[in-house]
């Protein structure tokens, strides 16, 4: 049995003022195809190949694929001479590798790109094309994927992550190579069915780790334990890509049985939507004014460490967190990070060494949702490479960490990093434990490291007053092509059956 082995995955908001360009995807190490695809390190890859080969007679073959662009998910429309590009090198190396019995695509499921209104579902139709119909295609998605029925026209099986952080991205992974090998010896007749309830929420309010997200969580759970060969994926969906699929899906597998397949969608879209003012209303967010306060409060009454979650910034260059923790004079505050590409190379031309003093306006200039840039005086602490991730396109990076104030420490990167535990900046010589304060950008994932571990005393979500890019106040940006009149909250008549 051969598998090809394919990776395109990007979550881009369509708000920013840039589009992703074919250069985002090419750096030292991707595109990648054999081996290095296979040991890439994404968890749903990692997960796939570890399972597949457990299996006799089952050969995987790394069809050359980008990997995360170099901006992460700060970057806007994939444009559609990089989608083309891209996809269609991957198709001319399945063909030269081929034939294949089975196709395995590592995807995402919030990619837009212009002029493409599913770009996962145009992937899946053209790997069909080649694989042919005889073939099983099995894809692995994050929660936060846009998708409904479209993908499975053309593929047989989806695998999407359920939790929020994602920890189970490799048993995602493990299931469907198993169920993918299991479909190729005729041992599973996939069977699909599909709901869209009409919700649409910002990701700073999906967390799993509380009820109403952990209920949907736990119910698609059950029915998967209750029946056998059922598989239930939640899709959250992703709120900040004005396309036409964005929004809450469900998604149930089963072995030849229609009928109970469209009574789990069904039980699971009618639960979500009898939960959908918890979904929307249940998460507390507060401006970066009062949350400097309570975070200087907590402080005061030795509620450290405290983490400022600073969800809203999807470029990674706000500077509104920042300016309220100068101007209401915290201390011992890790800031980590301001991407801005423009400091950063000012600083490398100058041949930056720790020690150096620093004088520098950093952050903001981007977009109005990035706010102005801030002057910051102090001494330059470390100098590095930054902290890797997606396989480690940070190797050729340059990050510069800068003392200032009473104790504070700010990173400058070049683009949107989300810290997910205290303990990465000790990969940049930076002590979490030299700080009392986090002041980080990320919506969920940062629980991880923070709150299941009992490290932070206090958890502070927080965005500008103003409704920018990344706001939980959807309602404020500029959908062209998504009709939010049509989703709760947003509709005055919104219903669902």
Same mark, same amino acid.
């Given at each position: 049995?051969?598998?090809? #082995? ?23 190490? +991707? ?35 980008? @990997? ?6 700060? +970057? ?9 590009? @891209? ?74 992550? !359920? ?7 490799? =048993? ?44 949907? #969580?736990?119910?698609? =759970? ?7 060969? #059922? ?11 004005? #396309? ?25 879209? $009618? ?57 209401? !004079? ?53 100098? +590095? ?34 810290? =997910? ?9 930076? $002590? ?66």
């Amino acid at each position: 049995m051969r598998i090809a #082995v394919m990776n395109f995955m990007h979550e881009n908001v369509t708000f920013l003022p840039y589009d992703t360009t074919l250069d985002d995807f090419i750096y030292e190490g +991707s595109p990648a195809r054999g081996e290095a695809l296979l040991q890439s390190g994404f968890g749903t890859i990692s997960g796939f190949v570890k399972v597949a080969r457990e299996h006799a007679n089952v050969e995987l073959v790394g069809v050359e694929s980008p @990997l995360f662009p170099k901006r992460g998910s700060a +970057s806007g429309w994939v444009t559609k001479d990089a989608f083309d590009t @891209l996809l269609n090198k991957m198709i001319a190396d399945m063909k030269a590798q081929g034939p294949f019995d089975g196709a395995y695509l590592s995807l995402h499921g919030a990619m837009s790109v212009r002029d493409v209104p599913k770009a996962e579902s145009e992937i899946a139709r053209r790997v069909r094309e080649v694989l042919g119909p005889k073939g099983f295609i099995a894809g692995t998605f994050d929660p936060h994927g846009n998708e409904d029925a479209e993908f499975l026209r053309h593929a047989d099986f989806a695998f999407c992550i !359920k939790y929020y952080p994602h920890y189970d991205d490799r =048993l995602q992974g493990e299931r469907a190579a198993r169920m993918l090998i299991r479909a190729c010896r005729g041992d599973y007749k996939p069977t699909t069915a599909t709901r869209k309830p009409p919700i649409l929420t910002a990701s700073v309010l999906q967390w799993t780790g509380a009820s109403p997200w952990m209920d949907l #969580v736990q119910r698609a =759970l059950v029915w998967e334990a209750r029946e056998p060969d #059922v598989y239930v994926n939640f899709y959250y969906g992703f709120a900040f890509a004005d #396309v036409v699929d964005a929004g809450m899906c469900f998604q149930v597998m089963t072995n030849g049985k229609p009928e109970l397949a469209n009574h789990i969608a069904d039980d699971m879209a $009618n639960t979500a939507w009898r939960l959908r003012d918890e979904l929307v209303h249940g998460t507390k967010v507060y401006s970066m004014k009062d949350a400097v306060k309570l975070a200087k409060d907590a402080l005061a009454k030795k509620q450290a460490p405290i983490v400022f979650a600073d969800h809203s910034d999807r470029s990674g260059a706000a500077t509104w967190l920042l300016e309220q923790i100068v101007a209401q !004079k915290m201390s011992n505050t890790l800031i980590g990070t301001i991407a801005d590409e423009q400091a950063i190379e000012t600083l490398r031309k100058k041949g930056v060494k720790p020690g150096d003093p620093f004088d520098m306006e950093i952050g903001g200039r981007l977009d109005e949702s990035a706010g102005k840039p801030v002057r910051i005086s102090g001494t330059v602490h470390t100098v +590095s490479s930054g902290i890797g991730r997606f396989g480690g396109n940070a190797a050729s990076q340059l990050w510069v960490s800068v003392k200032f104030g009473d104790g504070n420490v700010v990173l400058i990167s070049p683009y949107l990093y989300q810290n =997910l535990e205290p303990k990465e900046f000790l990969d940049i010589g930076i $002590n979490p434990a030299d700080f009392k304060a986090f002041a980080i950008k990320s919506r969920v994932h940062f629980r991880r490291g923070y709150y299941d571990s009992g490290y932070a005393k206090t958890i502070l979500l927080c965005e500008p007053d103003q409704p920018f890019v990344g706001t939980v106040r959807l309602e404020a940006l500029k959908y062209k092509t998504l009709k939010i009149d049509k989703f709760y909250p947003y509709g005055k008549n919104v219903t669902y059956p």
